[in-house]
């Protein structure tokens, strides 16, 4: 556990260092996974101690988000004022979204195998 | 007990941050029973249910986000080595990857400029204020991406993060409803649109979907962040000038 957490604190670091240090447009996290991930093609596998790690953290994903969602509290007044516009745009962007999105890739995936 | 013994205790408890942290992991794992009990509907969205149940508490008891934020940023912090974890699915993931790069790169490409012009569209054409329009704009990047991007072109980024959670929750709630009515069956197809529209909340729902969905879902999920703060500011310049 100790290690591998390690080992994803370090990418971050490193990610975050990089991504300052060249002035990237990409936040350090982001940074931090690509790094990871050449790491894994390098090596080419995945330490069993990082997989457990990455699996139990990414399980609760969900929870991350939440101290960050709670300040919503903040914008009530503001979202109460433009709850209209907001909620239409939210709700038919991430349709459209998914749809298009998802339509164009498997089209593509699709015409490859052919 | 004195009543004055409580007011100490209620003292320390509201500027301490374990009542924050004790709170959100209490949510969280309530709101994940009730989610459970409700045969995992999207509707009983784990994250949803806990902010509600957060937000009511700390409005109830009249202690400010901040106070919040305080305990809770234990948690939040792990938001960065979690997305360095995504890394993983993605890896176990790579002869997938890489025998449909183009269809990733183009489905990935289209679908960002679908999320912010439609977003900034549809709330531009219903009257919406110009700080709200550009606080829509990078909605589908993660949370910490949409608040710097956000600052960037003007909009406010604590508003710009709670549309990005927004869109994340509508995304984890509807997804498959909407994939399955446009027959979108390919699984890293369905992970693709999924990262891309709705980012970490998406993804945590995508992974419950299945490892291909859900390691596509994360690809795009690192990928449109890194989409959002290049393509955004130019969306921004063609709208607005």
């Given at each position: 556990m100790l290690p591998s957490l390690t080992i994803l604190l370090v990418c971050q670091l490193a990610g975050e260092v990089i991504a300052?240090?060249?002035?990237?447009?990409?936040?350090?996290?982001?940074?931090?996974?690509?790094?990871?991930?050449?790491?894994?093609?390098?090596?080419?596998?995945?330490p069993e101690n990082l997989e457990k790690t990455g699996t139990t953290l990414l399980s609760h994903l969900s929870l991350l988000f939440i101290p960050a969602g709670v300040g919503i509290t903040v914008h009530l007044k503001l979202?109460?004022?433009?709850?209209?516009?907001?909620?239409?745009?939210?709700?038919?962007?991430?349709?459209?979204?998914?749809?298009?999105?998802?339509?164009?890739?498997?089209?593509?995936?699709?015409?490859?195998?052919? | 007990m004195m009543p004055d013994d409580l007011q100490a205790i209620w003292v320390y408890l509201e500027t301490s941050p374990l009542l924050g942290l004790t709170a959100t992991l209490l949510a969280y794992q309530a709101a994940h029973w009730l989610w459970r009990k409700g045969h995992m509907t999207p509707l009983l969205n784990p994250v949803?249910?806990?902010?509600?149940?957060?937000?009511?508490?700390?409005?109830?008891?009249?202690?400010?986000?901040?106070?919040?934020?305080?305990?809770?940023?234990?948690?939040?912090?792990?938001?960065?080595?979690?997305?360095?974890?995504?890394?993983?699915?993605?890896?176990?993931?790579?002869?997938?990857?890489?025998?449909?790069?183009?269809?990733?790169?183009?489905?990935?490409?289209?679908?960002?400029?679908?999320?912010?012009?439609?977003?900034?569209?549809?709330?531009?054409?219903l009257g919406a204020s110009e700080r709200t329009i550009l606080s829509l704009g990078p909605k589908s990047a993660t949370a910490p991406i949409a608040m710097a991007v956000s600052e960037s072109i003007g909009g406010l980024p604590s508003l710009s993060a709670v549309m990005a959670i927004l869109t994340g929750i509508t995304g984890s709630v509807v997804a498959v409803w909407v994939l399955d009515a446009v027959r979108v069956r390919n699984e890293a197809a369905r992970g693709l649109a999924i990262g891309t529209a709705s980012h970490g909340i998406g993804t945590a729902r995508a992974i419950q979907l299945g490892e291909v969905t859900g390691a596509f879902s994360g690809l795009a999920m690192g990928l449109t962040a890194?989409?959002?703060?290049?393509?955004?500011p130019l969306l921004v310049g063609l709208m607005f000038r």
């Open positions: 300052r240090l060249f002035k990237l447009p990409i936040p350090g996290p982001v940074v931090g996974m690509m790094l990871l991930f050449a790491g894994l093609v390098i090596r080419r596998g995945i979202l109460a004022d433009e709850w209209l516009p907001i909620v239409v745009a939210l709700i038919v962007s991430t349709v459209i979204t998914l749809a298009v999105t998802g339509l164009v890739m498997q089209v593509l995936a699709r015409g490859k195998k052919s | 949803l249910l806990s902010i509600l149940m957060i937000g009511g508490f700390l409005m109830a008891a009249g202690i400010d986000y901040r106070t919040y934020f305080n305990g809770a940023q234990f948690v939040h912090f792990l938001l960065g080595p979690a997305t360095v974890a995504l890394a993983i699915p993605l890896y176990r993931q790579i002869r997938l990857l890489l025998r449909s790069l183009t269809a990733v790169v183009v489905g990935l490409l289209v679908g960002a400029t679908t999320a912010a012009a439609s977003a900034m569209g549809l709330a531009w054409a890194i989409t959002t703060t290049l393509l955004v």
